[in-house]
């Protein structure tokens, strides 16, 4: 904690100390870490992504949400490929405010398919 409250570190240390709670999943204090190093580099949006998981770790829905959006308004759809793909938000996936952040892909094929397909 004495380093998570020194704000001279240089930022990646916050990550650092950060997987350690990772690793020891002390979620309440590594998004503490997280969000002390969003502090000083808020422009990161992989770990807006990480801060966003830990949330849903902590079934903390609205403030996951709130990083999911700071994180997208960063990366763009580059995120949303990312989060889309990312098992740790399984938990929230279907709820309609995360679908609103992180719309699924819609594929649409063509309506008329031919019922037979041709010999070759």
Do not use: C, H
């Not at 020194?6 to 709670?21: A, F, Q, R, S």
């Not at 763009?76 to 279907?94: N, Q, T």
């Amino acid at each position: 904690m004495n380093i998570l409250n020194d704000t001279n570190i240089p930022p990646n240390y916050y990550l650092t100390v950060g997987k350690m709670y990772a690793d020891a999943k002390r979620w309440d204090l590594l998004a503490v870490a997280l969000q002390k190093y969003l502090q000083r580099e808020p422009a990161n949006p992989r770990v807006w992504i990480d801060l966003a998981a830990v949330y849903v770790a902590m079934n903390q829905t609205d403030p996951s949400l709130n990083a999911l959006k700071r994180a997208v308004e960063i990366g763009g759809e580059p995120v949303r490929d990312i989060v889309r793909k990312d098992p740790r938000f399984d938990a929230i996936r279907e709820r309609a405010e995360f679908k609103q952040i992180i719309p699924p892909i819609q594929t649409s094929l063509p309506m008329n398919l031919p019922t037979t397909l041709p010999m070759f």
